[in-house]
């Protein structure tokens, strides 16, 4: 009988060999296509994420309202709430955020918003732990509300949404003295006059109260981060001391920026005393210059900011009376003076807290399922 002859593994390793899909030729226009794939996977992904927080709050609202009910009508407690906890954690153990603290938060949460047309327009639109923290800062619903349009208007982390209220950043909006009105075309104005604050808050820098010029200019490029951010979204950073020419003589502009939502390069002038009515002089020579030699023909008109350790809001409105370029007048503070508001009256625990308990919760179902 003929020995079998051994079977080739041609075809196989043929198989092998060819190139797996990432090695293939790419045919023409294949990368604009993935990058458009990508971009509609991560809007679906963005929405479907806004989805779920969404009807979360919603969630969260309709439980904290009908808590509140029952103890407006019925005279619940505090006990009532500890048991209404055991007793959905026992009947959602899989599912986080029925503790006693969070269905506390709840209860507050639907007490703050009692109109639930403004919860689904308004605070169904951020986090739940944004709502939170909303809660233990801010007292009153105007300003609540304004921080609320503000994180969704800037996309503010958590962070960054509590430190603009630990700053009082609604009580600052906008309180700059300006000419604006006088000065820009609506709308303009109105958008240039709700960019400018005042005081400008400069905790960050570590400095004291006796502090040179240039000293506080180089402190503020070197904690230009945190700069950017005190100054607020769409402040991009051009130079310091930025040069220039004119009439044969040199000038330098303390920081020069642009604005990305005015459309305007923005000069500021640091001074370290008192606000003199020379100053407003020299902005305007300043921005005289940079509109000639810097603005381009789609660029609005240059905007000026002076930032002075301390102002009288008198002979600051004389000194802009009759001053036709654009500028407004602000102070800054090297230490945070202004009361940060107290949290709401009651037992709510802090956001920290809750986020611990519910993380710990998390933990320990994880070890009972081991």
């Known amino acids: 009988m003929k020995a079998r002859t051994a079977r080739t593994a041609g075809p196989t390793v043929k198989s092998e060999l060819q190139p ?22 991560s809007k679906a992904q963005v929405r479907a994420g806004l989805a779920v927080n969404r009807e979360l709050v919603l969630l969260y609202w309709s439980i904290g309202r009908q808590i509140l009910e029952r103890q407006q009508r019925e005279g619940w407690g505090a006990k009532v709430i500890d048991r209404l906890a055991q007793d959905l954690g026992r009947a959602f153990p899989g599912i986080k955020g029925f503790s006693s603290r969070n269905l506390k938060y709840m209860r507050a949460f639907a007490e703050a918003w009692p109109d639930e047309a403004i919860v689904q327009q308004l605070a169904a639109q951020i986090p739940w732990f944004h709502n939170c923290v909303l809660l233990d800062k801010v007292a009153g619903p105007a300003e609540r509300e304004w921080y609320i349009r503000a994180t969704i208007q800037h996309g503010w982390s958590r962070n960054v949404l509590v430190h603009q209220m ?6 600052r909006q906008g309180k700059a003295i300006t000419n604006f009105d006088r000065a820009l075309p609506a709308p303009q104005s109105e958008l240039a006059h709700q960019v400018l604050k005042d005081p400008y808050n400069f905790d960050f820098l570590g400095l004291g109260e006796e502090t040179a010029e240039r ?4 402190a503020l490029i070197e904690h230009i981060r945190s700069f950017l951010l005190e100054l607020g979204v769409g402040f991009a950073f051009v130079g310091s001391q930025y040069h220039l020419e004119v009439g044969g003589k040199d000038f330098y ?6 604005h990305t939502r ?14 003199q009515p020379e100053f407003s002089g020299k902005m305007n020579f300043y921005l005289s210059a940079v509109d000639d030699l810097l603005r381009q023909p789609d660029d609005q008109a240059s905007i000026g900011i002076i930032l002075c350790k301390e102002k009288n809001r008198v002979v ?12 407004g ?4 503070r090297l230490r945070l003076t202004e009361k940060l508001p107290e949290r709401l009256e009651g037992n709510l625990p802090t956001t920290e807290e809750l986020e611990s308990e519910l993380r710990r919760g998390g933990d320990e179902k994880t070890e009972k399922d081991k």
């Open 316 to 327: 600051v409105e004389y000194a802009l009376r009759d001053t036709r370029k654009p500028m």
């Open 166 to 171: 630990e700053s009082g950043l609604y009580q």
């Open 253 to 258: 502009l303390d920081l020069l920026f642009y």
């Open 215 to 218: 000293e506080l200019e180089q």
């Open 262 to 275: 005015l459309r305007c390069y923005v000069v500021i002038d640091l001074k370290v005393s008192e606000f």
């Open 329 to 332: 007048i602000a102070e800054y």
């Open 20 to 41: 797996s899909g990432r090695n293939l030729p790419l045919p023409a226009g294949y990368e604009k296509f993935l990058v458009r794939i990508k971009a509609q996977v």
